[in-house]
Protein backbone atom coordinates (compact mmCIF):
# COMPACT_ATOMS: atom_id res chain seq x y z
CA UNK A 1 0.00 0.00 0.00
CA UNK A 2 1.64 3.10 -1.34
CA UNK A 3 1.99 6.16 0.87
CA UNK A 4 0.73 9.48 -0.08
CA UNK A 5 2.95 10.70 -3.22
CA UNK A 6 4.05 13.94 -3.80
CA UNK A 7 5.66 15.10 -7.27
CA UNK A 8 7.91 16.78 -7.80
CA UNK A 9 10.04 16.54 -4.74
CA UNK A 10 11.75 20.02 -5.68
CA UNK A 11 10.35 22.83 -8.01
CA UNK A 12 12.36 25.62 -9.44
CA UNK A 13 10.42 28.58 -10.68
CA UNK A 14 10.99 32.45 -11.67
CA UNK A 15 9.16 35.13 -10.18
CA UNK A 16 5.61 35.52 -12.56
CA UNK A 17 5.57 31.74 -13.59
CA UNK A 18 3.07 29.48 -12.25
CA UNK A 19 3.63 26.57 -10.27
CA UNK A 20 1.60 23.13 -9.65
CA UNK A 21 2.36 20.73 -7.09
CA UNK A 22 0.46 16.71 -7.05
CA UNK A 23 -0.76 15.03 -4.43
CA UNK A 24 -2.00 10.97 -4.49
CA UNK A 25 -3.39 10.52 -1.26
CA UNK A 26 -2.80 6.78 -0.24
CA UNK A 27 -4.96 4.64 -1.57
CA UNK A 28 -8.24 4.46 0.04
CA UNK A 29 -8.55 7.92 1.18
CA UNK A 30 -10.23 10.61 0.03
CA UNK A 31 -9.57 13.41 2.54
CA UNK A 32 -6.66 15.52 1.14
CA UNK A 33 -5.16 18.54 2.93
CA UNK A 34 -2.44 20.93 1.87
CA UNK A 35 0.32 22.49 4.46
CA UNK A 36 3.06 24.72 4.12
CA UNK A 37 6.37 24.84 5.81
CA UNK A 38 8.72 27.36 6.21
CA UNK A 39 12.41 26.87 7.32
CA UNK A 40 12.53 26.41 11.44
CA UNK A 41 8.65 26.57 11.11
CA UNK A 42 5.67 24.44 12.01
CA UNK A 43 3.28 24.27 9.12
CA UNK A 44 0.66 25.88 8.14
CA UNK A 45 -2.84 24.24 7.51
CA UNK A 46 -3.96 26.16 3.55
CA UNK A 47 -6.52 23.71 2.57
CA UNK A 48 -9.17 20.86 2.97
CA UNK A 49 -10.24 18.95 0.20
CA UNK A 50 -12.35 15.89 -0.60
CA UNK A 51 -13.23 14.50 -4.10
CA UNK A 52 -14.36 17.37 -6.10
CA UNK A 53 -15.15 19.44 -3.15
CA UNK A 54 -13.14 21.97 -1.47
CA UNK A 55 -13.86 22.09 2.12
CA UNK A 56 -12.03 24.82 3.83
CA UNK A 57 -10.17 27.00 2.27
CA UNK A 58 -9.37 29.25 5.05
CA UNK A 59 -5.86 29.19 5.47
CA UNK A 60 -5.20 29.24 1.67
CA UNK A 61 -4.31 33.39 0.52
CA UNK A 62 -7.34 34.37 -1.89
CA UNK A 63 -5.20 35.73 -4.81
CA UNK A 64 -2.95 33.46 -6.90
CA UNK A 65 -3.63 30.07 -5.32
CA UNK A 66 -5.46 27.59 -5.52
CA UNK A 67 -6.60 23.71 -5.13
CA UNK A 68 -8.27 21.07 -6.53
CA UNK A 69 -9.11 17.62 -6.36
CA UNK A 70 -10.77 15.79 -9.03
CA UNK A 71 -12.87 12.50 -9.35
CA UNK A 72 -9.68 10.92 -11.19
CA UNK A 73 -6.38 11.64 -10.92
CA UNK A 74 -3.88 13.63 -8.02
CA UNK A 75 -5.21 16.41 -6.08
CA UNK A 76 -3.21 19.95 -7.38
CA UNK A 77 -2.25 22.95 -5.98
CA UNK A 78 -1.78 26.08 -8.22
CA UNK A 79 0.26 29.09 -7.47
CA UNK A 80 -0.24 31.53 -10.21
CA UNK A 81 2.73 34.35 -10.30
CA UNK A 82 4.34 32.88 -8.22
CA UNK A 83 6.75 35.69 -6.07
CA UNK A 84 9.99 34.73 -3.82
CA UNK A 85 7.80 34.68 -0.63
CA UNK A 86 5.99 31.72 -2.09
CA UNK A 87 9.66 29.49 -1.40
CA UNK A 88 8.16 26.94 0.88
CA UNK A 89 8.11 23.26 1.76
CA UNK A 90 4.74 22.17 0.42
CA UNK A 91 3.34 19.00 2.40
CA UNK A 92 0.22 17.14 1.80
CA UNK A 93 -1.72 14.73 3.98
CA UNK A 94 -4.84 12.58 3.52
CA UNK A 95 -6.06 10.82 6.29
CA UNK A 96 -8.94 8.02 6.15
CA UNK A 97 -11.87 10.16 7.50
CA UNK A 98 -13.20 14.05 7.87
CA UNK A 99 -12.44 14.69 10.98
CA UNK A 100 -8.44 15.71 10.35
CA UNK A 101 -6.94 13.10 12.63
CA UNK A 102 -4.56 10.59 11.95
CA UNK A 103 -2.74 12.68 9.15
CA UNK A 104 -0.35 10.51 6.36
CA UNK A 105 1.98 13.17 4.87
CA UNK A 106 4.04 13.00 2.06
CA UNK A 107 7.65 13.76 1.72
CA UNK A 108 6.58 17.25 0.02
CA UNK A 109 7.41 19.94 -2.53
CA UNK A 110 10.45 21.67 -1.93
CA UNK A 111 9.03 24.80 -3.74
CA UNK A 112 12.14 27.66 -4.38
CA UNK A 113 11.19 30.77 -6.87
CA UNK A 114 14.48 32.78 -8.45
CA UNK B 1 -8.21 30.42 17.71
CA UNK B 2 -6.19 27.93 18.45
CA UNK B 3 -2.64 29.02 19.23
CA UNK B 4 -0.23 26.01 19.98
CA UNK B 5 3.96 26.99 22.25
CA UNK B 6 6.25 24.34 22.21
CA UNK B 7 9.45 24.02 23.81
CA UNK B 8 12.37 24.13 23.61
CA UNK B 9 13.22 24.53 20.21
CA UNK B 10 16.51 22.49 20.18
CA UNK B 11 17.30 19.65 22.83
CA UNK B 12 20.61 17.48 22.73
CA UNK B 13 20.75 14.33 24.91
CA UNK B 14 23.08 11.15 25.61
CA UNK B 15 22.46 8.44 23.91
CA UNK B 16 20.51 6.63 26.66
CA UNK B 17 19.19 9.59 28.20
CA UNK B 18 15.50 10.54 28.30
CA UNK B 19 13.89 13.37 26.51
CA UNK B 20 10.68 15.51 27.87
CA UNK B 21 9.14 17.89 24.82
CA UNK B 22 6.46 20.21 26.40
CA UNK B 23 3.37 22.05 24.77
CA UNK B 24 0.74 24.18 25.76
CA UNK B 25 -2.37 25.34 23.66
CA UNK B 26 -5.03 27.44 24.10
CA UNK B 27 -8.43 26.36 23.07
CA UNK B 28 -9.98 23.99 26.26
CA UNK B 29 -11.97 22.75 23.53
CA UNK B 30 -9.48 20.78 21.97
CA UNK B 31 -9.61 17.02 22.39
CA UNK B 32 -6.90 15.59 20.21
CA UNK B 33 -3.35 15.84 20.55
CA UNK B 34 -0.96 14.38 17.74
CA UNK B 35 3.21 13.69 18.12
CA UNK B 36 4.62 13.60 14.44
CA UNK B 37 8.38 13.33 14.06
CA UNK B 38 10.08 14.95 10.90
CA UNK B 39 13.49 13.47 9.55
CA UNK B 40 15.41 15.36 7.02
CA UNK B 41 14.11 15.78 3.90
CA UNK B 42 10.93 13.88 4.50
CA UNK B 43 7.20 14.46 5.76
CA UNK B 44 5.96 14.51 8.89
CA UNK B 45 5.00 11.05 10.48
CA UNK B 46 2.36 10.30 13.36
CA UNK B 47 4.38 8.51 16.37
CA UNK B 48 1.64 9.33 18.84
CA UNK B 49 -1.42 10.75 19.50
CA UNK B 50 -3.66 11.02 22.68
CA UNK B 51 -7.08 12.06 23.58
CA UNK B 52 -8.72 14.52 25.85
CA UNK B 53 -10.31 11.58 28.24
CA UNK B 54 -7.15 10.21 28.97
CA UNK B 55 -3.98 10.91 31.01
CA UNK B 56 -1.47 9.59 29.78
CA UNK B 57 -0.51 7.35 26.94
CA UNK B 58 2.40 4.99 26.29
CA UNK B 59 3.96 2.90 23.12
CA UNK B 60 6.82 1.34 23.89
CA UNK B 61 10.09 4.24 24.49
CA UNK B 62 7.40 6.62 23.88
CA UNK B 63 4.82 8.47 26.10
CA UNK B 64 2.22 11.31 25.78
CA UNK B 65 1.00 12.68 28.97
CA UNK B 66 -2.03 15.40 29.12
CA UNK B 67 -2.93 18.00 31.13
CA UNK B 68 -6.12 19.16 30.29
CA UNK B 69 -6.79 21.72 33.59
CA UNK B 70 -3.41 23.46 32.63
CA UNK B 71 -3.61 23.15 29.01
CA UNK B 72 -0.54 21.20 28.39
CA UNK B 73 0.91 17.78 26.95
CA UNK B 74 4.28 16.71 26.42
CA UNK B 75 6.00 13.80 24.92
CA UNK B 76 8.90 11.81 26.77
CA UNK B 77 11.27 9.29 25.04
CA UNK B 78 13.08 7.12 27.36
CA UNK B 79 16.13 5.24 26.71
CA UNK B 80 16.93 7.67 23.44
CA UNK B 81 18.65 6.54 20.44
CA UNK B 82 20.45 8.28 17.67
CA UNK B 83 17.67 7.08 15.17
CA UNK B 84 15.49 9.40 17.55
CA UNK B 85 17.39 12.38 16.16
CA UNK B 86 14.73 14.58 13.97
CA UNK B 87 12.31 17.41 14.61
CA UNK B 88 9.36 16.32 16.34
CA UNK B 89 6.26 18.86 16.43
CA UNK B 90 2.92 18.52 19.13
CA UNK B 91 -0.62 20.06 17.38
CA UNK B 92 -3.85 20.68 19.00
CA UNK B 93 -7.35 20.76 16.61
CA UNK B 94 -8.51 24.39 15.82
CA UNK B 95 -11.69 23.36 14.22
CA UNK B 96 -12.27 20.25 12.43
CA UNK B 97 -10.39 21.00 9.52
CA UNK B 98 -7.41 22.55 10.84
CA UNK B 99 -4.41 21.16 13.28
CA UNK B 100 -2.39 23.39 14.64
CA UNK B 101 0.83 22.82 15.17
CA UNK B 102 3.66 23.88 17.34
CA UNK B 103 6.69 25.37 15.67
CA UNK B 104 9.02 21.95 16.34
CA UNK B 105 11.67 20.87 18.25
CA UNK B 106 14.80 19.81 16.81
CA UNK B 107 16.31 17.17 19.03
CA UNK B 108 19.68 15.03 18.23
CA UNK B 109 20.75 11.88 20.10
CA UNK B 110 24.87 12.02 20.67
CA UNK B 111 26.22 8.26 20.82
Known amino acids: NAGVMQNPRHLVRRRGQEARLRCSPM?????VYWYRQLPEEGLKFMVY????????ESGMPKERFSAEFPKEGPSILRIQQVVRGDSAAYFC????????????FGSGTQLSVL | GENVEQHPSTLSVQEGDSAVIKCTYS??????FPWYKQELGKGPQLIID?????GEKKDQRIAVTLNKTAKHFSLHITETQPEDSAVYFC??????????FGAGTRLTVKP
Open chain 1, 93 to 104: ASSPTGIHEKLF
Open chain 1, 27 to 31: KGHSH
Open chain 1, 49 to 56: LQKENIID
Open chain 2, 27 to 32: DSASNY
Open chain 2, 50 to 54: IRSNV
Open chain 2, 91 to 100: AAPYNNNDMR
